[in-house]
């Protein structure tokens, strides 16, 4: 699973890591969700889900505040969705981190591997920079921009709406023109740009993080961490009930999810288009073909493109340019107790 395996063991010179503070105090509930080696990735198998309508009734069964509170958890029970609570356990990375990349436009060209009429998705692989500071494994945000007014929806020539997802390239420079000019004369109202108001974010954020999971899971992502901890766990002697496990399919020799294997990481949508009721399937399809696609990369290809320093992949690369210093008071000024370090790597 880790992309600093083997393969690329002679090249690299460092690596960053994310430590505790000394100067700085955990003080931040939010700071507990940062991802280390040990945490357990995000799954749709044996979820923990809450029997607390046997507890309240086996208290008191004839006091009727807790029957009425034990009929209404009932309720909720039946309408317990696991995709759902799975998917709201999915977290970006922490707030100083991804201003930093956003505001100051640090994407490396070579991590985004999936563009559609819909999104883009943005993959940083474990080792890179921003993986570095998730708070979950593996870790989704959802960002959305300004571009398409009135979701991108036309007229056709019966007088019906059709999403801009299916208009041509030639019609598009045209509506993009329309679009233009529409949106000056209605800047002062905001009811035309779905992603202006926070009810669609949350639906959006929503739509995407249970499709994402649902394929995630469904392409062995949470069994990969789990083999590769186990596995981990074998090398260095403590679990010998573990031996075996790579040979699932799941890992390569070197430790690293096999194609078709789901990828831990970070994932990062920008939404260009809200889906609505006649897009969604449409949509949910697109989500799961990024996931799919992430899945399939072969990890040698992805990570040393031609146009990359020799003898070091794009991740590294990326790594290299990071100011330590620099990170580590920006989080020291937003009181995360945590800091940067580059550790030095055995040839």
Same mark, same amino acid.
Request: charged share 30%.
């Given at each position: ?16 890591v ?17 991802v ?16 607390? %309508?046997n ?15 034990s ?33 100051g ?9 999936y ?6 998705l ?7 920079f921003?993986s ?7 870790? %989704? ?7 398409f007014?009135? $979701? ?37 109202h905001? $009811?035309?740009?779905?992603?202006e ?10 739509? %995407? ?19 590769y ?8 002697g ?17 430790g ?13 949508y ?16 697109? %989500? ?8 399939n ?25 990071i100011?330590?210093?620099t ?21």
């Amino acid at each position: 699973m880790r992309v600093h395996s083997m393969l690329l063991s002679q090249s690299v010179k460092s690596r960053l890591v994310v430590r505790p503070s000394t100067a700085i105090h955990r003080s931040d509930l939010f700071s507990n969700f940062m991802v280390t080696k040990d945490t357990m990735p995000i799954s749709l198998n044996n979820l923990p889900r809450r029997d607390s %309508v046997n507890s309240a009734k086996d208290l008191c069964v004839r006091n009727t505040t807790l029957s009425r509170f034990s009929n209404l958890q009932r309720k909720q029970e039946m309408k317990w969705d696991p995709v759902k609570y799975a998917a709201s356990k999915l977290r970006g990375v922490i707030s100083p981190i991804q201003a930093y990349i956003t505001i100051g436009k640090k994407f490396s060209p070579h991590s985004l591997v999936y563009d559609s009429r819909f999104f883009q998705l943005y993959y940083f692989p474990e080792d890179h920079f921003m993986s570095c500071f998730r708070k979950s494994r593996p870790a %989704v945000t959802v960002k959305s921009n300004k571009k398409f007014f009135l $979701n991108g929806k036309i007229l056709n020539k019966d007088q019906k709406y059709f999403n801009e997802s299916r208009i041509s390239k030639i019609d598009e420079v045209e509506l993009s023109k329309i679009q233009t000019t529409v949106s000056r004369l209605t800047s002062r109202h905001r $009811n035309n740009i779905p992603s202006e108001f926070a009810y669609l974010r949350r639906d959006l954020k929503t739509k %995407v993080k249970m499709t994402f999971i649902k394929e995630w899971c469904r392409l062995n992502g949470d069994k990969a961490i789990w083999e590769y901890n186990g596995l981990k766990k074998f090398l260095s002697g403590t679990s010998p009930t573990v031996k075996g496990k790579s040979e699932k399919g799941l890992l390569d020799k070197s430790g690293r999810s096999t194609a078709g294997t789901a990828k831990d990481g970070y994932y990062l949508y920008i939404v260009k288009i809200f889906p609505d009721k006649d897009t969604l399937n449409e949509f949910k399809e697109d %989500v799961s073909r990024s996931v799919q696609k992430v899945a399939n990369l072969n990890w040698d290809k992805f990570l040393t493109p031609k146009k990359c320093p020799k003898g070091k992949s794009w991740v590294e690369a990326f790594n290299d340019s990071i100011n330590v210093q620099t990170i580590n008071r920006i989080l020291e000024i937003s009181k995360f107790p945590f800091e940067l370090k580059r550790e030095q790597l055995k040839n």
